[in-house]
């Protein structure tokens, strides 16, 4: 799939979440996500639709997947972080948050503390 067409696709699926249509928006990521497992966009795009589903494992299932870039490393963590809380694993949770803050802003500058 070329770039362009990859962008397209991410495009017209949040513009179908935007207005109220999540079912293609998640047809669409599938599409982009069945040419390159581990696009990182799509991931993430794919991933917020499961959450809103109420699949939190097969969001997490599909961030594992995915290869993210630097720019998209917050999108992951916090998706990774509301995936793990949704499965009832508070504390993996709140260690994939912290683990992310550590390695974003130094451990010093970690608000959150141990468990």
């Known amino acids: 799939m070329e770039?362009?067409?990859r962008q397209f696709l991410l495009l017209?699926?949040?513009?179908?979440?935007?207005?109220?249509?999540?079912a293609r928006a998640r047809a669409l990521c599938e599409a982009v996500l069945?040419?390159?497992a581990r696009d990182g966009a799509a991931a993430a795009a794919l991933a917020q639709i499961l959450l809103d589903a109420g699949e939190?494992?097969?969001?997490?299932?599909?961030?594992?997947?995915?290869?993210?870039?630097?720019?998209?490393?917050?999108?992951e963590a916090l998706l990774e972080t509301r995936a793990l809380l949704a499965l009832g694993k508070k504390?993996?949770?709140?260690?994939?948050w912290r683990r992310h803050l550590e390695a974003r802003k130094g451990a010093a500058r970690s608000w959150v503390k141990g468990s």
């Open 34 to 36: 069945e040419e390159d």
């Open 91 to 96: 504390s993996e949770s709140a260690a994939r």
């Open 12 to 22: 017209a699926a949040w513009m179908f979440l935007r207005h109220g249509q999540p």
């Open 56 to 75: 939190p494992a097969a969001a997490l299932e599909t961030l594992r997947a995915g290869d993210f870039p630097p720019d998209l490393a917050h999108a």
């Open 3 to 5: 770039s362009d067409d």
